[in-house]
């Protein structure tokens, strides 16, 4: 950036700039003045914040807001990294999935998120550096990070590579506050021994706990019928907190249809033991397969949340749609499937939304796959937009969410539901009208034994979540950092103990068990543990 650039952004920080629309006029006029294109915001951005080193201007919240792009990326509280594994062979053979050259089954190589890794190599070092650079770029202070990793069936990738790819990940946030470039990536090798690449990972989780941008929670997709104990004991090495079941719908027979390779037993058992395990779960499922009608997919849905078998705690809307490369679109061709038309859908997703508890969160009502791969079925990409405007009104966590709001008055309430084989508690502080969630969290109970020994007999939290815009440790306080966390933690503990359980353990994610060290638990086979 030149002199004459960055003293024409120098006059637009120094205007009166409260809105998006303050900002563009300043922008226009300084344009037009210099004789310059219009500025980006991360132009405007990077000035600002050199200014703000030297000392020339004030760090403002308002112009912060007004300069970030997507300010909705970290109103949760965090900052979602995906991430994707290189291509594998897949184990399934279902008929809605793609299959292209070069890219993990069931993904293209147009979607965003793949076009990213395939820019960065499929390196996880790379990927990682590469979004939290574009994060800070818009604006964002991504030192809370969800690690999302998708490419299919984590559980079939060779053990080294996974632990490699996790090793990468902990590694490039540990790296990104010293600004150590890519060129420091190091190459996955398929004779990588075991011991080592563990040793590696934990010394990464090591680091992370002190690192500045800390991984606080790492997500991974995987099928429901790969789930096992073994399987879970190793997630739990690796940091996860949170898997995706690949569930599609609750059907046997429109799974067999559609050459899913197992049944609703699988989906059970799975989520029966993510749960025991303390797992957050997502479930994805795809309204519209071969087989499905409208009616029986809004059955199942409502089977969900009645059923104590399931009790997802996220959903992923993922409306069927045709693409190349799939047997689904042979059957399309010859007539024999014919996905929902566009009213058909809206209406069904309306119908779903409407019944969502208010302890599960809605994470996405469509799939974000380009148009032109689209042959038939949805290319609605605001689906939300459009429930909004036909009035649908949703409790989901999504849609109650505290976003960039301050705490003021507020309540705390209990809603306790049967799942798995005990009981579950959802813990949330909300305004007083109950329109805006400003924390929660999920406790578990059961009086079965414990899957392993620290689990025995104890109550397991499986989510804190307080929302509010991402606010860095020091910052100035808005709805995070103001001791709503801690107030759900001892709430947990008082209902723990009232039901004869005699000790906590929580699924913490890595970078954040040093918060959970100052409330008095300590590290014990990947949880955080406490007696009570």
Known sequence: MNEQQRKAITEILKKPIKTAAD??????DAATKYGLPIFANSQVLEVYRE??????????DILDKVLRKRGVRTMSGIAPVAVLTKPFPCPGNCAFCPTEKDVPQSYLSNEPAVMRAIRCDYHPYVQVQDRLRALEANGHEPTKIELIVIGGTWSVLPTNYKFWYIAECFRAANDFQLKIEKHKKQTYKENLKIDKVKEDLYREQKRNEKAKYNLIGITLET?????????LLEMRELGCTRVELGVQAIDDEILKKNKRGHGVAAIAEATALLRGFGFKITYHLMPGLPGATSKRDLEM???????????????KFYPTVVTKGSLMYRWWKQGKYKPYEDEELQQLIIDCKA???????????????????IIAGNRITNLRQIMKDKGLQCNCIRCREAKDALVTKYQSSVINYEAGTGQ????SIDSLDKKTLYGFCRLYISEAIGVIPTLDKAAIIRE?????????????????HTGLGKQLILTAEKIAKESGCQKMAIISGVGVRGYYRKLGYKLKDTYMVKNI
């Open 464 to 480: 804190l979540h307080v929302y509010g815009e991402l606010v860095s440790v020091g910052a100035e306080t808005k709805v995070q």
């Open 223 to 231: 099928r429901p019928d790969y789930i096992n104990q073994k399987e």
């Open 301 to 315: 849905f409502k089977q969900l949340f009645t059923d104590a078998r399931f009790q997802p705690d996220q959903i």
């Open 51 to 60: 200014m703000i080193v030297a000392g020339k201007i004030k760090k403002s």
């Open 355 to 373: 019944v969502v508890p208010k302890y599960v969160r809605v994470i996405r009502l469509i799939r974000d796959i380009p148009g032109e791969s």
């Open 23 to 28: 900002l563009m006029l300043a922008k226009r």
């Open 424 to 427: 579950e508690y959802f813990l």
